[in-house]
């Protein structure tokens, strides 16, 4: 059997009638001559399901934000009668420079990177985004504006104990967001897992639950990774009681852990969306005092890794909890917390 690549044609990619070339081609069997139809047939079924184990080695989300880069770099060549497929390195840096007016260097290497996908998935071996002229262009982006990440602020230990003893409703959806909110910050999960959660995936032990995440942002192939969440300190706290306040009141003992609920009080069916994750931080951060634009789902993540911090937790500590595998990756989360921990200032005698 011989597998050859399948190409798209250029006015495919440019169009959009088919997947924008982000995603690995799907391969096309093609069989030598006198080979019988069952055979034929056995080959191209193979094939199909090669082709979605090939897709499946790309993020969904990574493929979707690819597709909508390429989509927004032809529309804009189609402005300037420029050629999209393929491109120059000219009209590459023009389109960076563009926009740099509204996004960030990020964005723009990840338009670049949908760009180059395109190119290569319609068989230029050479993309426009590899040349001097386009490196040099975002390397001055990036040092006129600064590649500093805009993160959000991290829920600070105060501000949770007071939202969940002081700003949460009297009713089952207020037992909800204190599970939703304590479970979050003591398991430093990023809104993604949240939701992910199933009651499958926790166990209930002797020093408090451990929840199985089966897949994560950290963990792309499914490796999963067990989160221990002890007791809490506080009842009111207490991320494991609240937890199984929670699936008792709503009567919860498969599926979703974290579901809607309507304003009559009747719990949903369905798992909450991601964004409920965010929106839901942003009413309670707004309720004590705080600016909701700083806040996001994140927040209880950052939250989690700031406070371990300023506790003196290590690193490596703070990282099995996380579930980070970098050291720098989880620096951007606890750097304000260690600002005051072992600070040279301090021994300055000022």
């Known amino acids: 059997m011989i597998l050859a690549t399948e190409k798209r044609t250029v006015s495919e990619l440019e169009e959009g009638t088919v997947s924008t070339g982000m995603e690995l081609m799907k391969v096309a069997a093609r069989p030598p001559g006198g080979l019988d139809e069952s055979l034929s047939a056995e080959l191209a079924a193979l094939d199909e399901e090669l082709a979605d184990t090939l897709a499946a080695s790309v993020a969904p989300s990574t493929t979707k934000a690819y597709d909508h880069a390429w989509r927004g770099f032809v529309s804009w060549c189609d402005v300037y009668d420029f050629s999209s497929l393929p491109a120059t390195p000219q009209t590459v840096a023009r389109y960076l420079k563009a926009l740099a007016e509204t996004h960030k260097p990020a964005t723009l290497t990840q338009h670049c990177s949908a760009i180059a996908g395109a190119h290569k998935a319609a068989g230029y071996a050479e993309p426009p985004t590899r040349s001097l002229l386009v490196h040099k262009t975002l390397t001055g982006i990036r040092r006129q504006q600064g590649i500093a ?93 609240a937890l199984t306040a929670w699936l008792e009141a709503a009567h919860i003992d498969n599926g979703p852990v974290f579901r809607a609920v309507d304003r009559y009080g009747k719990v949903g069916t369905e798992r909450l969306a991601n964004r409920s994750v965010a929106l839901l931080v942003k009413h309670y951060v707004e309720a004590i005092g705080r600016d909701p634009r700083a806040f996001a789902g994140h927040s209880l993540r950052a939250g989690h890794a700031t406070a371990a911090a300023l506790a003196g937790v290590e690193e490596r500590d703070i990282m099995r909890q996380t579930g980070h595998r970098s050291t720098a990756m989880l620096r951007r989360y606890i750097r304000d917390g260690s600002l005051f921990r072992s600070n040279s200032a301090a021994a300055l005698g000022l």
């Open 149 to 241: 990440p805009d993160a959000k602020a991290p829920l600070t230990v105060a501000d949770l104990r007071t939202i969940v003893t002081e700003h949460l409703p009297d009713c089952i959806k207020g037992q909800r967001d204190r599970a939703l909110l304590l479970v979050g910050f003591a398991g430093a999960f990023g809104r993604s897992e949240l939701v992910g959660i199933d009651v499958e995936h926790v166990e209930f032990v002797a020093e408090g639950m451990v929840i199985n995440l089966l897949r994560s942002k950290t963990d792309q192939e499914g490796a999963g990774r067990k989160v221990g969440i002890p007791f809490g300190h506080s009842l009111d706290t207490c991320p494991v009681g």
